[in-house]
């Protein structure tokens, strides 16, 4: 859009939408980008969130990844990002850490 985020932060501060589904602040409509490790375009939390389920998805039961090996996975395709934020991530859509998961394929589940 051209604009600087903390410009449309301080613009939307306070402003709420009244929907169908309840009153949101209007923040709740906006997504957090993450800034490309080759000075590339950005990427959206919603867009890591979901390279983070597939990642987990496809991985070999034999070889579960952790944190550490997703960050690098995700390194690769130019996403720079935290550890502990593939954390917050991993947790926010539900998938067990890797831990739990070796555990539980290891069971058969």
Excluded: C, M, W
């Amino acid at each position: 859009t051209g604009l600087h985020e903390s410009t449309v932060s301080r613009a939307t501060s306070q402003k709420y939408v009244a929907t169908p589904h309840g009153t949101f602040p209007l923040k709740y409509f906006f997504s957090t980008a993450i800034a490309s490790n080759d000075g590339g375009a950005e990427h959206s939390a919603e867009v890591i969130r979901l390279q983070i389920k597939r990642l987990i998805h496809d991985e070999d039961p034999q070889a579960v990844l952790s944190d550490d090996q997703i960050v690098g996975r995700l390194e690769g395709l130019g996403i720079a990002i935290a550890r502990r934020t593939v954390a917050k991530y991993r947790e926010s859509l539900g998938i067990a850490s890797s831990t739990q998961r070796r555990r539980s394929k290891a069971l058969g589940r």
